[in-house]
Structure formats: structure tokens, C-alpha cells
Nanobody, 121 residues
Framework: QVQLVESGGGLVQPGESLRLSCAAS????????MAWYRQAPGKERDFVAA???????DYADSVKGRFTIGRDNAKNTVYLQMNSLKPEDTARYYC???????????????WGQGTQVTVSS
């Protein structure tokens, strides 16, 4: 079982930056990857970025060059640094733990509750 808690969202103006954090807790043996998704009102939840256990990162085309995903394994925390924010980045951002193995088995995926990011002038 993994619990994920996101933080760092807020209201910013276009061009500004935010840093989201996702803290993982619980008892687990391994996690293949951590990812960020986002969902705007009336739209599907879309992939934003992911980072594997060995540090390989992947990004949606819409955020490449502006967003950076990172992780601190010692703190079981994954980050999403978002620069040059645009109004179209407005959404609720969710953290996901991908392919988690625990002593009870797996793999399972887990989601956090999300944090709201609003980009508006």
C-alpha cells in the first residue's frame, strides 16, 4: 500500500513558475516509476511526465523544455518543476506510483488526490 500526497499547487500568472511535490509513504518493496498527470475540467486525465527508478525521464510534448521531473529517493519524493507556465497548463495535477510491488504482491498503481494549478492573469 502506497499513500501519495501532492503539494505546491496554486495560482500564478503566465510565465511564472511552480514546483509540485509528491511525497510517498507506506510499505512497499519497489516502484517502477513515478509520474505526473493532469486533468482540466471536462477533459480526460493526461500524461505530463514520468521518471523511472533509474532516473530516466519522459515528458509530454506540450511540456518539454518547460517542465522538469526529479526524484529524491531518500525522501521518497518526486518533484515537478514547472517553468514558463501558460493558461493551458491550468489543471489539477496528480501524482502516480507506477507498478508498485509490496510483500502482499503486485504490481499495482496508486494515485494521489491531486493539487490544483491555475495559470491566469
Amino acid at each position: 500500500q502506497v499513500q501519495l500526497v501532492e503539494s505546491g499547487g496554486g495560482l500564478v500568472q503566465p510565465g511564472e513558475s511552480l514546483r509540485l511535490s509528491c511525497a510517498a509513504s507506506g510499505t512497499f518493496l519497489s516502484v517502477s516509476a513515478m509520474a505526473w498527470y493532469r486533468q482540466a475540467p471536462g477533459k480526460e486525465r493526461d500524461f505530463v511526465a514520468a521518471i523511472t527508478s533509474d532516473g530516466s525521464a519522459d515528458y509530454a510534448d506540450s511540456v518539454k523544455g518547460r517542465f522538469t521531473i526529479g526524484r529524491d529517493n531518500a525522501k521518497n519524493t518526486v518533484y515537478l518543476q514547472m517553468n514558463s507556465l501558460k493558461p493551458e497548463d491550468t489543471a489539477r495535477y496528480y501524482c502516480k506510483a507506477v507498478r508498485v510491488w509490496s510483500e502482499r504482491g503486485g504490481p499495482n498503481d496508486y494515485w494521489g488526490q491531486g493539487t490544483q494549478v491555475t495559470v491566469s492573469s
